[in-house]
Structures are given as C-alpha cells and as structure tokens.
C-alpha cells in the first residue's frame, strides 16, 4: 500500500506542477489562453484518472483491513451538504495552491453526488512538497 501511495502522490505532484507551469503561462502570455484553457481541461481529465486508480486501490486495500469507526458529524450542521477540510502548509503561497487543487477535487466529488441519487460520503485529499489537504463530504441522502 504504502508504495502505491508514494506513487499516487508523485503522480499528483507532477500532474500539479504541471499545471501550475500552465497556469503561470496563462497569466504571462494572455494570447495563449484559449490554447491553454484546453490543455487544463485535458489535464482535468488525467488529474480524474490518477484519483479514481488510487481509489481504486484504496478500494482494494480497505477490504482487505477491518473498517476503521466513523468521526460523528457535529450535530448542530443542518445543510444538505456537509464539508469537512483540513488543509496543512508552510507558507500562504503553498496554501493557496493547496486549497486551490482541494477546491477542483471537490467540484468533481459534488459533481459526482449530484449525478447519483444515493451516493455516499466521499473524501479525499493530497500530500506533497506544498504540504496536505484531507476533506470529507457528505450529503443528507446518505445519512
């Protein structure tokens, strides 16, 4: 498992390099957006791949390992969605980007849940050279 997860974050570290490279590039050359916007989207896609083989995996391992006992949800939360995010950084920078990469990973799991009527809690998250984010997010249908 443990190899797994070190290949999963370097995958995600140069996915998310990479991205912030065209990112920069976008801001530089504005001429190139249109171009740029497109090779983002295509990098949307492989950011999507990357997750669902490493959950997959996690999938795989978590049969194989007695489930561990759910945190409960403060019950003062009413909303039809519940968020929970930790994010971890060294500097405000690196927080940025990381909240950033958190908020596109979370537009995907929304997505997800809106497109399935019973869907479950879903988490999620990344570690690397700019620090760590974890969420879980739940919706009242699932309860």
């Given at each position: 498992m443990?190899?797994?997860d070190?290949?999963?974050?370097?995958?995600?570290?140069e996915?998310?390099?990479r991205?912030?490279?065209i990112k920069?590039?976008i801001?530089?050359?504005?001429?190139?957006?249109?171009?740029?916007s497109?090779?983002?989207?295509?990098?949307d896609?492989e950011?999507a791949?990357?997750?669902?083989q490493a959950e997959m995996?996690?999938a795989t391992?978590?049969?194989?390992?007695p489930a561990a006992?759910?945190?409960?949800?403060?019950?003062s939360?009413?909303?039809?969605?519940?968020?929970?995010l930790?994010?971890a950084?060294q500097?405000?920078e690196?927080l940025r980007r990381?909240l950033?990469?958190a908020?596109f990973e979370l537009q995907?799991?929304?997505?997800?849940?809106?497109?399935?009527?019973d869907?479950?809690p879903?988490?999620g998250g990344m570690?690397?050279?700019?620090?760590?984010?974890?969420?879980?997010?739940g919706?009242q249908?699932n309860?």
């Amino acid at each position: 498992m443990e190899k797994v997860d070190d290949l999963t974050r370097e995958k995600l570290r140069e996915w998310q390099m990479r991205r912030l490279e065209i990112k920069d590039r976008i801001q530089s050359h504005p001429e190139q957006t249109l171009e740029l916007s497109k090779v983002l989207d295509l990098m949307d896609d492989e950011h999507a791949d990357i997750l669902s083989q490493a959950e997959m995996i996690r999938a795989t391992d978590a049969a194989d390992e007695p489930a561990a006992p759910a945190e409960p949800t403060p019950l003062s939360l009413t909303g039809a969605f519940t968020l929970q995010l930790n994010v971890a950084a060294q500097s405000a920078e690196d927080l940025r980007r990381l909240l950033d990469m958190a908020v596109f990973e979370l537009q995907q799991q929304i997505s997800a849940m809106a497109s399935t009527p019973d869907a479950r809690p879903q988490g999620g998250g990344m570690s690397g050279s700019l620090g760590e984010y974890r969420f879980e997010l739940g919706s009242q249908g699932n309860a």
